[in-house]
């Protein structure tokens, strides 16, 4: 496997707040990172999947101690954009396997994904770049993950080295 | 603003593929991509976002040229797995801005989303780790979209220099 993972990183005391239907059409997105900016608000993560019809749900990830702002963001932003809902959860962390390249081997996501679910561990939600796979899980099963991972990748590399 | 956008990269032609409404439940995403890795599928980008009541979406973007794979992997996988659809996209591409920490500052999320909007471009998905914010969108629009984002950050690096 040339594609190594050199680390596991995980988010602190997070807030995934997602703004549900939104309209799909150009402009939206703007509008909601306007009302965010200007209120200085810290992003972990933004994820827009696919949605239905001519809406999206478009979510965020700010630390908590922003919820303040966010909320105060939010409140200006309903006054020009009209959407279906709003979720705020507290419960959900961030874990990165973090590597150059990582994210295009398949197998490094499925060894990743099913060390998690051997913990029993549910996926919330998945966002990648070339070098990072995140994934969103229960705040309170987040030192298991991080143990579960590190055996998967990083323990490997280590037998791997004392058997040469 | 310290946090300096350093390229804009774009991705060839894609397929984005997404399956719809698979279970919440762990060993899921496992299951989806230890089926692309046996067929040896060179992954993209993988989004999964909020979902409705027990179901996600689970998207995944891979080149043109492995859809054949990408088919005979989704195959083996409805065998045992039941989701309520799928849809294969050709018309998306992907467009990045990359540079140290840019994901976590609001303002530059919004100039880029708003560069897009100004041209028209609507945004398919959005995707981000700590130093890249990726946005698929359609692909006859791509150089339409490296222009613009190129105008907004990139040029008025250049001027800011020229000026001192
Ligand atoms: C949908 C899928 O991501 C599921 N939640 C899992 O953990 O595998
Ligand atoms: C939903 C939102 O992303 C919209 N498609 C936009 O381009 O702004």
Redesign the pocket.
């Known amino acids: 496997e040339e594609v190594r993972v050199k680390a596991i990183t995980h988010s602190g005391d997070m807030l995934k707040i997602v703004l549900l239907g939104v309209p799909n059409q150009p402009g939206v997105a703007a509008q909601i990172f306007k009302a965010l900016s200007d209120f200085s608000v810290f992003i972990d993560m933004i994820i827009q999947s696919e949605g239905r019809e001519d809406y999206k749900d478009l979510a965020f990830v700010a630390s908590r101690e922003d919820e303040e702002k966010v909320r105060k963001a939010i409140a200006c932003l309903e006054k020009e954009l009209s959407f279906q809902g709003m979720k705020f959860d507290e419960t959900m962390s961030r874990v990165s396997l973090v590597g150059a390249g990582i994210a295009s081997s398949p197998n490094i996501a499925y060894r990743m994904?099913n060390a998690?679910?051997r913990a029993g561990?549910?996926?919330?939600m998945?966002s990648t770049s070339n070098s990072r796979i995140s994934?969103l899980i229960p705040r309170d099963l987040m030192e298991e993950a991080v143990k579960v991972l590190h055996e998967e990748f990083i323990m490997q590399e280590v037998r791997l080295n004392e058997e040469v």
Chains 1, 2 share one sequence.
């Open positions: 994904f998690l679910a561990i549910n996926i919330d998945i994934c």
